[in-house]
C-alpha cells in the first residue's frame, strides 16, 4: 500500500513538472505588461519601449508599457508585487528598488520576498553638473569653492532620498564640504533651475544632461561612473578627479512578481538579453549614455542586495527622508 502511495506521489510530481515547463514553453498566449515607475518620456520609459519592440517581435505578443509614477516608484513596484506571478505582468525596476527600503519606515511589500529579478539591463551612470555662474570647472574646484563659502552653495535634486539626492550626498560624505539641498518636484524642474543659475550643482541621468553640456550652456564636472562615458570621454569620473573611493551608479532591470515559474523567468531573461545584444539597439543606447548589462538572474539578485547595502549607508550618514 504504502510503495503505491509513493509511486502515485511520484507521478503527480512528474506530471506537474512536465505541466509547468509546458506552460513555459508556451508563454506567451497574450500580451505582456511593463510596468515603468517613471512618467512617459524619460529615460526609463524609452528603454522601457525600445526593449518593448523588439520583444513584440521575438515573442510574438504585444508588449506594452504602463506608466505608473508616484511615490519614488513604490505604487508601481507594489502593483506589480501583488499581480498574477504568471510573467504578464513585469515591473521596469531602477535604483529605488535598493534606495526605498533604508528610506522608508515600512513598504507594502517586501522587495526580497515579494518580487523575482529577471535581468539586470542596464547601468545608469550620471553627470555632476554646474552652471555656467559657477567658478567651478573640475570637482577639485567646486570642492574648493564649497569650502571658501561653506552652506553658501545650492544643489538640487529630483526630491529627497533620490538617487541624484543620494548622489550628492556621498560626494558631499567623501569631499568633506557642505552644500544645501534643494529638492524639486521631478528632475525637469532641477535642471532647469541649473540652467537659470537658481542653483550651483546638480548631478543627472546623462540622456538629458549631456545634450546641454555638448552644446555649452552647462559644463560637467565629472562622471560617476567607474570609467569614463564612450559618449563624454573628456569628461573624467569623480574617482579620477581625487576622490577615489566614489561610485555613484543607477540601474535598470526586469523584475517579476514572486512565485513566477522559473521556466517563465528563464524564458524572459533569455528575450531580454537577445534584445540587448542587437547591434543597432545596443548602439543606440549606448550613445545615450547607458552601460549595457544583461547576465543572469542569480547575478542581478545579488546586485540588488550589495546595492541596497550601499545605499543604506549613504541614506543613514545623509538623514535622507522621503517627501
Same mark, same amino acid.
Request: charge should be positive; aromatic fraction near 4%; glycine fraction near 10%.
Given at each position: 500500500m504504502k510503495s503505491n502511495f509513493i509511486r502515485h506521489a511520484i507521478c503527480v510530481i512528474i506530471l506537474l513538472g512536465n505541466v509547468i515547463a509546458a506552460y513555459g514553453q508556451n508563454f506567451p498566449t497574450r500580451p505582456i505588461r511593463i510596468v515603468v515607475t517613471f512618467p512617459p518620456g524619460g529615460s526609463a520609459d524609452l528603454l522601457a519601449r525600445a526593449l518593448g519592440e523588439k520583444l513584440t517581435a521575438s515573442m510574438g505578443q504585444p508588449i506594452f508599457v504602463d506608466n505608473k509614477p508616484g511615490a519614488g516608484g513604490i505604487a508601481g513596484a507594489e502593483f506589480v508585487a501583488k499581480s498574477n506571478p504568471d510573467g504578464y505582468t513585469l515591473l521596469f525596476a531602477n535604483t529605488n528598488i535598493a534606495i526605498n527600503p533604508s528610506l522608508y519606515g515600512k513598504l507594502p511589500y517586501d522587495t526580497a520576498t515579494a518580487l523575482s529579478p529577471v535581468v539586470l539591463l542596464a547601468y545608469v551612470p550620471s553627470l555632476i553638473m554646474v552652471s555656467d555662474k559657477t567658478p567651478a570647472n573640475t570637482i577639485q574646484e567646486f570642492i574648493a569653492l564649497a569650502k571658501s563659502k561653506p552652506e553658501a552653495l545650492n544643489y538640487g535634486s529630483a526630491g529627497s532620498g533620490t538617487f541624484p539626492h543620494l548622489a550628492i550626498e556621498l560626494l558631499k560624505m567623501q569631499a568633506g564640504i557642505s552644500v544645501t539641498h534643494i529638492p524639486y518636484k521631478g528632475a525637469a524642474p532641477a535642471l532647469n533651475a541649473l540652467l537659470a543659475g537658481d542653483i550651483q550643482l546638480l548631478c543627472n541621468d546623462m540622456l538629458t544632461g549631456s545634450q546641454y *553640456?555638448? *552644446? #555649452?550652456?552647462?559644463?560637467? %564636472?565629472?562622471?560617476? #561612473?567607474? @570609467?569614463?562615458? @564612450?559618449? $563624454?570621454p573628456q569628461v573624467p569620473t569623480v574617482s579620477e578627479s581625487g576622490l577615489k573611493d566614489y561610485v555613484a551608479v543607477g540601474w535598470q532591470g526586469i523584475m517579476a512578481p514572486?512565485? @513566477? =515559474?522559473? +521556466?517563465? %523567468?528563464?524564458? $524572459?531573461? +533569455?528575450?531580454?538579453?537577445? !534584445? $540587448?545584444?542587437? =547591434? !543597432? %539597439?545596443r548602439q543606440s543606447l549606448i550613445s545615450q549614455g %547607458? *552601460?549595457? +548589462?544583461?547576465? @543572469? +538572474?542569480k547575478s542581478f539578485a545579488e546586485y540588488i542586495i550589495q546595492d541596497t547595502e550601499r545605499w543604506r549607508a549613504v541614506v543613514k550618514a545623509s538623514g535622507a527622508k522621503p517627501e
Open positions: *553640456v555638448k *552644446v #555649452g550652456k552647462l559644463r560637467a %564636472l565629472a562622471y560617476t #561612473g567607474s @570609467t569614463r562615458a @564612450t559618449s $563624454l514572486a512565485g @513566477t =515559474p522559473q +521556466s517563465i %523567468l528563464e524564458k $524572459l531573461n +533569455s528575450e531580454f538579453n537577445k !534584445a $540587448l545584444a542587437e =547591434p !543597432a %539597439l %547607458l *552601460v549595457l +548589462s544583461g547576465g @543572469t +538572474s
